[in-house]
């Protein structure tokens, strides 16, 4: 639920949408690499102000049936709190746009990140979270001795107790800028939970001011662990290699659009494709593909279908034959492949056959390469590492 939340939060964002049904795979390489983060997070402090919302809730013995509507009241409190706090820079403040109007709200947004990084122990999802204080009320009163039995009740706590308090000014005066405390504090989250991704590997022993594109770029790559690198070697293979598969349903749009200098952008832009596959074409040649699946299901979660993994493999033994991707744009088996992996998944609203449906294409669709979140895991990172530098209150 929350992925397709995820989805329907990006689809505005054209260029990174998901048009031939390959998410999966990204985001299984995604949560190996950075677990706990998601495509519309933005930044690291969010990770302690929704526990200190709810622990502030808790305290006050807010009911099930209020808790909901309590904890929306703070974060719009919180949206208008930031947006005062970082005046003129309101990039990362989730809501702002929409303010009391927000539909989805950072609790939920990092609902799924709280859990992996076991800040937050209660299970479930945040309705049964919600559902559950009720109960968790009643076991945490005090009884009297003739309401005492026998038999103990264990009561976990709801949020993990090692938590940092939340500042005397919060919500008032909340913003972005992690306390030394607070940094470390979230470190210690990460290493504890996922010490092997290249996440915890960052917030440990990375540096606040990278500007890798991509993750593979990172100028301490050679540091990384051979698992990890290995990980990267696989996530950086299938993004440069199923690129030309984006620009060529982009390219297929253009023409059947007779948008002309769409279709100019895009056979130049698969031209550059061929040039860089064509540069790591030994590297591409030796890439072990059956490896790449055990990578990508390591997780035994992951679920990808097995129309998914057929239009994947048939894709990649077309781009990457010998001399094929130079040519791609005519190539009759990778268009064919295309249009039929839009029909199988779009059905009667596919562009190529739907006129209705190709005139809402606004030139870019699922265009971008994949970063597996490094965007957004890059910037929650660099919050970390300068927090750590910082004062302590």
Same mark, same amino acid.
């Not at 005090?142 to 009740?153: G, K, L, M, N």
């Given at each position: 639920r929350r992925k397709m939340l995820d989805v329907v939060d990006l689809f505005k964002e054209q260029n990174t949408r998901d048009e031939l049904g390959i998410g999966a795979i990204r985001d299984a390489l995604a949560d190996q690499l950075f677990p706990g983060t998601g495509t519309v997070q933005t930044r690291a402090r969010y990770f302690l102000f929704i526990p200190w919302i709810y622990l502030d809730l808790e305290r006050r013995k807010i009911g099930s049936s209020r808790i909901a509507n309590e904890a929306r009241k703070v974060e719009i409190q919180l949206i208008e709190a930031l947006a005062r706090s970082h005046r003129g820079q309101g990039e990362g403040v989730i809501g702002i746009e929409a303010r009391a109007g927000l539909k989805r709200l950072p609790s939920n947004i990092y609902?799924? !990140?709280? !859990?992996?990084?076991?800040?937050?122990?209660?299970? !479930?999802?945040? &309705?049964?979270?919600?559902?559950?204080?009720?109960?968790?009320?009643?076991?945490?009163?005090?009884?009297?001795?003739?309401?005492?039995? &026998?038999?103990?009740?264990? *009561?976990?706590?709801?949020?993990?107790? !090692?938590?940092? &308090?939340?500042?005397?000014?919060?919500?008032?005066?909340?913003?972005?800028?992690?306390?030394? *405390?607070?940094?470390?504090?979230?470190?210690?989250? *990460?290493?504890?939970s996922v010490p092997a991704s290249l996440l915890a590997f960052l917030v440990d022993k990375g540096r606040d001011d990278d500007t890798a594109e991509y993750p593979w770029f990172h100028p301490q790559f050679a540091q990384f662990p051979s698992a990890i690198r290995g990980q990267l070697e696989h996530a950086r293979n299938f993004s440069e290699a199923i690129h030309g598969a984006a620009l060529l349903y982009n390219f297929m749009l253009a023409e059947k659009s007779e948008r002309k200098d769409l279709a100019k952008q895009y056979q130049g832009e698969l031209t550059e494709w061929a040039e860089s596959l064509q540069a790591r074409e030994s590297d591409l040649a030796c890439w072990d593909r059956k490896q790449f699946w055990s990578v990508v299901t390591n997780d035994p979660t992951v679920r990808i279908s097995i129309h998914t993994r057929t239009f994947v493999d048939s894709w990649l033994t077309l781009a990457l034959a010998p001399a094929v991707a130079s040519r791609i744009k005519s190539q009759d088996k990778a268009r064919q492949l295309i249009h039929g992996r839009e029909r199988s998944l779009k059905g009667k609203l596919a562009r190529l056959d739907n006129r209705d449906a190709l005139r809402n294409w606004n030139g870019a669709a699922g265009a971008g390469r994949l970063d597996y979140r490094w965007r957004q895991a890059k910037t929650i990172i660099g919050d970390i590492l300068v927090g750590q530098k910082g004062p302590d209150a």
């Open positions: 609902w799924l !990140g709280l !859990g992996t990084w076991k800040i937050r122990l209660a299970h !479930g999802s945040q &309705d049964q979270f919600h559902r559950s204080l009720d109960r968790f009320y009643r076991v945490m009163t005090p009884r009297s001795r003739s309401e005492e039995t &026998d038999a103990p009740v264990t *009561i976990l706590p709801n949020w993990h107790t !090692g938590l940092p &308090d939340a500042p005397a000014s919060f919500p008032e005066k909340a913003n972005f800028s992690l306390q030394r *405390i607070e940094a470390d504090y979230l470190r210690e989250r *990460i290493m504890a």
